[in-house]
């Protein structure tokens, strides 16, 4: 049996879950391509104070690399990216890794049934599998509010932090007030001299108590058989709940939004702030933000929550709707990411040469996340569909790491492409799903312009583990390469 050639892009969470399946699996022939200078993905860019995971590290972490050192629940981002740079040197990564080297495109060439990477600067790279894990929140977005770049203070994304510049002292405005914003916001706070906070949205809040663990907590967690995998099992169990929940378990989720309003009403206390913060949407239809830190520094003395909607930057700050100017040396863009084109800025040319970004004109889709009709040997990584309202998004991706390695064996030199009624059923049923889903009752980043749903998985985590188990070959069309060219022999 000949083994692929496996090209990775990203090496992010999913892109070193898949090289360790592959290993494992006895595929080694592959390389993590990445931009970046260092592993990590999102984990690496996202360096804004207080960037942390909200889902605890003894869940958010791969089951095949479980820690028992976490020094609290949910992790920093250093701790994060550390331990993604553990896991890439234990299991051998490092030397397949191509750090500091972008993929601009990917073509297919249906004669020798491989993909021909374009990288930036001039060189190519052959592959017979192309694997994107590029992630879904990877491209940051600054609003293009007029008069953004005649601002003559200083201004950054969340995810570009500008770690040269010092804000002590300034008057800051930071725009959005997402997962991001609700974490960065309470340390900027202690050092700017004032903070407005631009809200459009607000966000359904719960708790999130995040102290260091006690040293017999450690020790327990150290020494006691079992302990570990049994708080796992029981997040993923409590995870699981809270997707009972927004699936219209009425009973459970007026429960977790009774319990999300008196969290606001205990630690707010000012009726005209509380009324500014309560969400007028169905609970869990925005992405669910948990903060024991966010309100407390909205009450600041030094910290404005403004509502009026943003409609202009000056050259010395922030306009609002209601005319008024409000002045900022930094004003700090916490508005997210382009989450819908999920290979960008890599351009993917398939059979015939068709784009990817054409084939997903009507919205991206990919049979159970991972592989679209036309682009044989594409098996994405956290690709459409397969993001969580709530969970560990890494028990996604674990199992599509272990799809790929299954989907690895099976080539043999040839290719497969997944069959385009079996995608367009299966993509079908599970619209119809996200059609009654919460996700469609507000404005989330989880739908697109037309308001298909096109980043989240409608069930249980437990549905998509079953879903991925086994490659089902009668679901491909399998390829072969054309036959060589017969050699013209002359006398
Ligand atoms: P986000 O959730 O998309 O939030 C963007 C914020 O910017 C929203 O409040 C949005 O308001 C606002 N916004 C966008 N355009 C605006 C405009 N023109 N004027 C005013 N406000 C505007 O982005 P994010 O906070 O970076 O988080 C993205 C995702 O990353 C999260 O949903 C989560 O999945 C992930 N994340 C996870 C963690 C973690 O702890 N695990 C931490 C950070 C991020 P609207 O709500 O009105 O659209």
């Not at 996202?46 to 609290?72: E, H, I, K, M």
């Not at 491989?114 to 994107?132: H, N, Q, S, Y």
């Not at 409000?326 to 084109?341: E, K, R």
């Amino acid at each position: 049996m000949s083994t692929p050639t496996v090209a990775i892009i990203g090496a992010g969470m999913s892109g070193l879950a898949a090289a360790v399946e592959l290993e494992r699996a006895g595929v080694t022939d592959y390389v993590i391509f990445d931009k970046a200078p260092e592993v990590g993905g999102v984990w690496r860019a996202n360096t804004y104070p207080g960037a942390a995971c909200d889902v605890p590290s003894y869940l958010y972490s791969f089951s095949f690399a479980q820690r028992r050192d976490w020094t609290r629940p949910c992790s920093p981002q250093d701790e994060i990216q550390r331990y993604m740079a553990g896991v890439a040197d234990r299991f051998g990564l490092t030397p397949k890794l191509r750090l500091s080297t972008e993929i601009t495109k990917a073509t297919w060439d249906e004669q020798r049934l491989r993909w021909v990477l374009d990288i930036a600067g001039g060189e190519t790279f052959e592959a017979d599998i192309l694997v994107p894990a590029c992630g879904q929140l990877s491209v940051p977005v600054t609003p293009n509010l007029p008069g953004r770049e005649t601002f003559t203070g200083t201004q950054f994304h969340s995810a570009e932090w500008n770690h040269e510049h010092n804000l002590r002292g300034e008057r800051v405005s930071v725009i959005g007030t997402g997962a991001s914003a609700v974490q960065f916001i309470p340390p900027v706070a202690e050092q700017a001299a004032h903070v407005d906070v631009f809200q459009r949205t607000p966000a359904w809040m719960l708790p999130r108590r995040n102290n260091a663990y006690a040293g017999w907590a450690r020790a327990a967690i150290r020494g006691v058989p079992g302990l570990q995998r049994l708080r796992r099992m029981s997040m993923l169990a409590t995870m699981e709940t809270f997707i009972f929940a927004l699936r219209g378990a009425k009973p459970v989720k007026r429960a977790f939004q009774a319990w999300s309003s008196a969290y606001l009403r205990m630690k707010v206390r000012d009726p005209e702030l509380r009324a500014k913060l309560t969400p007028d949407y169905a609970f869990g239809c925005k992405r669910i933000l948990f903060s024991s830190a966010y309100y407390e520094a909205l009450q600041r003395p030094n910290v404005d929550l403004l509502t009026d909607a943003v409609t202009e930057i000056t050259p010395t700050g922030v306009r609002t709707a209601d005319g008024a100017e409000h002045p900022a040396d930094t004003i700090i863009w916490g508005t997210g990411f382009a989450a819908h084109a999920f290979v960008a800025p890599m351009e993917v040319a398939g059979r015939g040469g068709r784009l990817l970004a054409d084939a997903w004109d009507g919205g991206a889709r990919a049979h159970l996340g991972m592989t679209v009709p036309g682009f044989p040997n594409m098996v994405l990584m956290y690709g459409p569909n397969t993001n969580l309202g709530v969970g560990s998004i890494l028990v996604m991706i674990e199992a599509q790491a272990r799809y790929l390695a299954q989907y690895a064996r099976r080539l043999d030199g040839r290719a497969l492409d997944v069959r385009a009624d079996v995608a367009g059923a299966s993509d079908e049923a599970m619209q119809a799903e996200l059609r009654e889903s919460v996700w469609t009752q507000c404005e989330t980043w989880y739908k697109d312009d037309d308001g298909r749903v096109v980043n989240n998985w409608p069930g249980y985590m437990r549905a998509y583990l079953r879903a991925t188990k086994s490659l089902e070959p009668a679901e491909y069309e399998t390829l072969t390469p054309a036959p060589a060219e017969p050699e013209v022999v002359t006398a």
